[in-house]
């Protein structure tokens, strides 16, 4: 028999009526010390900031195309006292490298930066929300609103049927909406700080106004002399996707039945992006009705380049120069 | 327009900046007012320098003393080319909250240095875009005062 009698009496109700709690067969534990995320399991309670959360789920998070693994630093967690879903962020101090062809980078999750970009970002639409407290053992917790919205690389699934409609028909909207969340990331380097994870499946269009939100910006790199190049690596990725509804690779050029030897044989080295260097920049090979101007912007990341963006400014400043004359 | 005899040579420890402290000293050992003021500019520690418990005092003392020999040696290059040593200054720091490059602009314009120089180490476009060139940042904010490039 569960004994809940020494939680306190505001909490009790939602409690005992929770499906993750009736199914426990053991006492749920409190957790004022999250530092070792990986013992707090679904029915237990963290309490930060004297609100008491009860673990729910985790958030889940793979690569693309591979297999999403939960998160367990990052609880789906209950307030039991007003009913709120949120999500807590708990410190994990994760290290690991980029590779881009023989080119390193060192990326860290650094949850101190996240809690400045929050207290930044407060009442800001264009980014996730919440704020950050210390747990007893002084670790840095980020208590965050769930997003009301979807996935931007899903969503532009849902927007016409064939490409050709997509671009003629929703490609302008969707790129006015992008531009605003470039202002936004412009706005965090102009205040010192970076995204540090920026790709498609971290903007979530809110489903009822239809504005971007940035999530996710606990990852950091040291990069000294350029700290917001893999921001703007990132913003030419989620660009590239917005024109194309998503990404080329030389294979699959080939297998493309429409696009097919003729389209991948003119694919050329300097066509395919600066970085990574399987991914096709020149969409233009692809289809061919994309606006020169839109498809140069693009080009600024490809390998061919001469010329790379300095600052998430002056890529702002080409976009919305280019989407005033589509 | 600053002092173009005022020279500010931003280095590390390559070859290529022992090639640009060789090339201004064939340039100014013959002028009769000159000051060549030796610069190394170097970043601030990885973000989680701190929780491997990291202290940055000692970090700082670090680059300081390695930065101290191949400044040193520049200065005895200079000295051997004629160059007296009271022409020749050293300065190294940290580039705190500011990218190298923005730090070495910073420290020309507060000292009034007309003519800036630093060695090329050659990039490709991939590491320019990531890792950033000081000598094209260099370059590309040469307004008032002039950007030697030493290939």
């Known amino acids: 028999m569960i004994d809940l009698s020494y939680f306190p009496l505001r909490i009790l109700p939602r409690l005992k009526d929770h499906p993750a709690v009736r199914s426990l067969r053991r006492q749920p534990r409190i957790w004022r010390d999250t530092s070792d995320f990986t013992s707090i399991d679904y029915g237990d309670i963290i309490l930060v900031d004297n609100r008491y959360f009860l673990v729910v789920g985790y958030m889940r998070e793979g690569r693309f195309g591979i297999d999403e693994q939960p998160k367990q630093w990052v609880p789906k967690v209950n307030d039991l006292e007003t009913g709120e879903s949120n999500i807590l962020k708990l410190v994990f101090h994760e290290t690991y490298s980029i590779k881009f062809e023989d080119l390193k980078v060192t990326c860290y999750r650094n949850p101190e930066k996240e809690a400045r970009v929050l207290d930044l970002v407060r009442g800001n639409p264009a980014f996730m929300q919440g704020y950050s407290v210390l747990d007893d053992a002084d670790n840095l917790v980020r208590i965050l609103d769930v997003v009301q919205g979807k996935r931007m690389d899903k969503y532009l699934q849902r927007l016409g049927e064939t490409h050709e409609e997509y671009f003629r028909d929703h490609m302008v909207g969707v790129l006015k909406r992008f531009l605003v969340a470039v202002q936004a990331i412009a706005f965090l380097h102009s205040h010192g700080l970076k995204h540090g994870d920026i790709r498609r499946d971290h903007i979530f269009v809110d489903w009822d106004s239809g504005h971007f939100s940035w999530i996710d910006f606990d990852y950091d790199f040291y990069l000294p002399e350029r700290p917001y190049a893999m921001d703007l690596f990132g913003l030419g990725n989620c660009l590239l996707y917005i024109v194309g509804r998503r990404n080329f690779r030389g294979q699959d050029v080939l297998e493309d039945p429409e696009l097919g030897e003729k389209v991948y044989a003119s694919l050329r080295m300097e066509d395919m992006s600066l970085l990574a260097r399987d991914r096709v920049f020149n969409l233009k090979k692809v289809y061919p009705y994309i606006p020169e101007r839109l498809n140069d912007i693009l080009m600024h990341f490809a390998a061919g380049t001469s010329v790379i963006y300095d600052t998430v400014d002056e890529f702002h400043d080409e976009l919305a120069d280019c989407i005033a004359s589509l | ?151």
């Open chain 2, 1 to 151: 327009m600053d002092d173009w005899q005022r020279f500010l040579i931003a280095m590390d420890k390559s070859e290529t900046s022992r090639r640009a402290v060789r090339y201004v000293g064939n340039m100014a050992c013959g002028l009769a007012e000159k000051h060549i003021h030796l610069l190394h500019v170097y970043p601030e520690p990885p973000p989680d320098f701190y929780i491997k418990g990291g202290q940055l005092d000692r970090y700082q003392m670090l680059k300081d003393e390695r930065a101290g020999l191949f400044l040193q040696d520049a200065a005895i290059i200079l000295e051997g080319m004629g160059i007296s040593g009271r022409d020749i200054s050293q300065r190294i720091c940290m580039a705190e909250g500011k990218t190298i490059s923005q730090m070495v602009l910073d420290i020309r314009r507060e000292g009034g240095f007309g003519t800036v120089v630093t060695g090329k180490r050659g990039v490709s476009k991939a590491e320019e875009f990531l890792f950033g060139s000081i000598s094209n940042a260099l370059a590309r904010h040469a307004r008032d005062f002039t950007a030697w490039i030493v290939g």
